[in-house]
């Protein structure tokens, strides 16, 4: 489970890709890269990470279902998840 101030962090470089997204995209298509250099850094998208929606886990993100691959594992497990079927893991 990730730490309460690691998913806040996330959620605010969210908000700043959002509210920069435009003026990022007229700087870009303007060439004005000193323009760009002036915008906050974590208003880029780059530096968002995907994280599983329920724990937060960073890694083994899988974007089809937006979570991680211990969290399907489990939901698959409790049969929360249509269609899967356990195989050999």
Known sequence: MAKEGVKA??????????????KRAALKAAGDFEGLD??????SPVRLHNRCKLTGRPRGYMR???????????????????GVKKASW
Do not use: C, H, W
């Open 38 to 43: 002036k915008l906050p850094k974590n208003s």
């Open 64 to 82: 089809t279902f937006g979570i991680s691959r211990v969290t399907f594992r489990q939901m698959a497990l409790d049969g929360k998840i249509p």
């Open 9 to 22: 962090r996330e959620v605010k470089r969210q908000k700043l890709v959002a509210r920069y997204a435009e």
